[in-house]
Each structure stands twice: as C-alpha cells, then as structure tokens.
C-alpha cells in the first residue's frame, strides 16, 4: 500500500493521438529493448524456464539479469569480465556469454544498476530478463519500468516493459495461495499473480488433470486479465511470453470471459457469484472485480478517468472520502470503447496508470468487444465499488 507521505506519482503525458503500435506476436526489432520480470513462488520452476531460454537455439540474443548463477551455473559460458577501476560498483556484477548468444547477468544488489551496465552493451541483445527471487512482489519493480518521470528521463529512453511472467506451481499454487497471508492481508504469492499479465502454471504433469483445473480456476479468478498457460519444466512458445507489448495501447487479445455455468469449488475460499458468472472474486484479502461499461460519450470517459485516478491515489470511491485506504489497487486494465467507435485501453500497475487510445482497432477481426470492460485487482473490491462506476456511468 502506498504510504500516506508518498507523494502522488507525476504521470507522463499520454499522445492519445499517437498512432497505436503494430501489435507484435514475438521479439520484434524497434528502439528500445523490451525488459520482461520473471516472478513466481519459490520453487515454481522460474529457474527452469530461464534455463531453458539461456540453453535453447531460439535465435534471440537475451539478456538475463538474475540474483545468483543458480542453476545456470552448469551452462557452458564464458565469463566477460565489466569490473572497472573507476567503478566500484561493476564488482558486485557477473556476466556469462553463452554459446546460443544470450547474456547473463548475476546481480547481489538494485536491479537498476545492473541494468544500466547492461544498457552500455546496447545492439548486442534483442530482450531483458529480470528474473525476481521467489518472494519479490512485481508490482513495485514493475512500476520502476513504466510511467515514471524518472524511468522515462532515464532508463525508459533504452527499455520499456514488456510484461511481467509468473510461474506458478501446479502442485502446490493452490495450496500456497490458499495459506498465503500478510499483515496486511495480501501475501506475495497473490501479488505474484495479481501484478502479471502471463501465468505459466507449471509442473502439470504432477498432479491430476483435475486438480490443475482447479488451480487454473483459482488463478483466473485472482487475476481475470492474464493469460494462462500450461507447462511442463517451463516448456512454451517464447512467443507467449516474450515480445507481448502488454503496457502498449493496444487491443487485448481478449480479457477473460466470467465462467458460467456449474464447476467445483470449495466454498471456505470461493467468492464467486455464481448467479452473474465469476466478476467478482475474494481470497485471502485479495480481489478481483469485472466490470462491464457501455459505450461511453467524451465526458463520461473523463468521469471514469477520474474515478480511475480517485480510487488509484486516494484509494477510495469518490462518494467515499470518510472511508480512507479501504481499496488498494495492485493491477487495473480495461477496454473502453467510446462514441462513434474509438477505442481507449487502461492499463494500471499499483497506483500509475495511463489510459491511451488505439487508433483504428475498432475491428471485430481483433476481437474488439462491442462493449468495455474493466477488470481490477486488489483489497476491498466488492459490490459498492461496481455500483459506485454503474452509477457514474448512468
Ligand atoms: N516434474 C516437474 N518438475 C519440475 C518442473 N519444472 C521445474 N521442476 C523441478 O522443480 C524444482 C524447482 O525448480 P526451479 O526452476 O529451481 O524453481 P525456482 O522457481 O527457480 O525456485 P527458487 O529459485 O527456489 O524460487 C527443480 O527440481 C526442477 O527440476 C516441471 O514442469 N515438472
């Protein structure tokens, strides 16, 4: 949560006339270097999946920037040596170069630095890794890499983020979200999964088909706007994960439809509305909250962002101010579609958020719903806050 004497955060200017990016489908040339945060629960298989991209011949020249070698120390590389006299700071680094090109970077300190030394290396790798220990909560790191003055002055003219992977363990995910807990009523594993936009559930040739179900249920449920995928030792298409554009103001490919229809769960932890489909979810402190907006005029769309900027900085409802904190957005994306047909996407990491406009993708053929949709993801969404939008979009 964010503290009280935390200064509102200065937003970036958006060019909402901008023209809206290619969408990509996989590592693509361009002028900054796409960075992607690996996060997931201890021993979920992040090292696996990292390993395996460091090993395999895919043609991409990736750098990896980890905590500590690990695993990957058995990898064939040759170590290049960036310590300078002049720089102190470059000791507490290692690199490997490895036979399939990819770089790898063990960091003991702030990932910034690390970076910034890789960024002398510019041209010589098409992606960033940032492989976070099992207990980080992206959503801090996320937010270093996007939509600050800071990042944008500095780092942001090399990188930007291109999405945050969590790998999660299909055989002890479920349990570990279901004791997950924090003072303040938020544990890592939940936040891990909040703040990604790509869920590996991993190790599913463990368990039964329908105890992945399950756990896949849950995760869908905590986070509706991510992607799931399946994997067995972290086995994907780096398509799927690397070169996604998940900040860009760009169509979805789609945000999670609510689950009709009957499925099992237990009730000591399901806080799905079963009557109206899974919109809106509850455990262990956290929510997720799916809500429908109608097409929007002009001055709607700049109530909504209001409302947005309310509950994201002072984290209440505007008709709510006696009810300080009650709300804590960790992760928010939405689609709005507004008059004659443009379309607006929200995308939200903590308490920095941009709402931008697609030009020309109001196109069924993208998959654009006729209707918006906001999806958020938090502490203290209930039914007053779908109320509270339903109302001021009235
Ligand atoms: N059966 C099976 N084992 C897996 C799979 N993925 C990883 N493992 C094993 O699970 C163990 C933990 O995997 P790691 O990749 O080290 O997990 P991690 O998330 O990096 O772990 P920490 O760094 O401790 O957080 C290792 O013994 C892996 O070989 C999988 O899909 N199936």
Not at 117 to 134: N, S, V, Y
Not at 187 to 195: K, M, P, T, V, W
Not at 243 to 261: H, N
Not at 330 to 339: H, M, N, P
Request: with cysteine.
């Amino acid at each position: 949560m964010l503290a009280e004497e935390d200064d509102v955060p200065s937003l970036i200017e958006t060019d909402a006339t901008a023209t809206a990016p290619e969408v990509k489908t996989g590592i693509a040339a361009g002028s900054t270097v796409p960075l992607t945060i690996i996060c997931g629960f201890l021993g979920a298989g992040k090292s696996t999946l990292v390993k395996r991209i460091l090993t395999e011949r895919h043609g991409y020249r990736i750098a990896v920037i980890m905590n500590e070698f690990g695993d990957t120390a058995d990898i064939e590389a040759k170590t290049i040596n960036v310590s300078s006299a002049d720089d102190p700071t470059a000791q507490s680094e290692e690199f490997l170069e490895l036979a399939n090109g990819c770089l790898c970077c063990s960091i003991k300190d702030s990932g910034a630095a690390a970076i910034e030394r890789l960024m002398q290396r510019k041209g010589a790798f098409d992606h960033i890794l940032l492989e976070t220990t099992g207990l980080a909560d992206p959503g801090p790191i996320a937010s270093m890499f996007w939509q600050n003055e800071e990042f944008a002055m500095g780092l942001g003219r090399d990188i930007h983020l291109d999405g945050v992977v969590c790998v999660v363990d299909a055989v002890f995910g479920r349990k570990q979200m279901e004791e997950d807990h924090a003072a303040d009523g938020i544990g890592e594993s939940l936040r891990q999964i909040a703040g990604s936009d790509v869920i590996l559930l991993n190790k599913v040739d463990i368990p039964p088909p329908e105890e992945v179900e399950v756990t896949e249920g849950m995760i869908r449920g905590v986070n509706p706007a991510a992607s799931i995928f399946r994997t067995v030792r972290g086995q994907i298409d780096l398509k799927l994960i690397l070169g996604i554009d998940a900040y860009a103001a760009k169509p979805f490919a789609k945000l999670s439809e609510p689950e009709t229809g009957s499925h099992t769960c237990d009730d000591q932890h399901c806080g799905h509305n079963h009557e109206r489909g899974l919109t809106h979810y509850e455990m262990r402190g956290i929510t997720s909250l799916q809500i429908d907006c109608p097409t929007l005029t002009a001055s709607q769309l700049s109530r909504l962002d209001e409302w947005i900027r309310t509950i994201l900085w002072e984290n209440h409802l505007p008709e709510d101010e006696s009810n300080p904190n009650i709300l804590e957005i960790l992760r928010c994306k939405g689609v709005f579609v507004v008059g004659d047909g443009k379309l607006y996407i929200l995308q939200g990491v903590r308490n920095m958020y941009e709402i931008a406009e697609v030009e020309g993708a109001v196109d069924s053929a993208t998959g654009v719903p006729d209707a918006g949709k906001l999806v958020l993801i938090g502490k203290g969404l209930d039914e007053h806050v779908r109320r509270s939008l339903q109302v001021l979009l009235e």
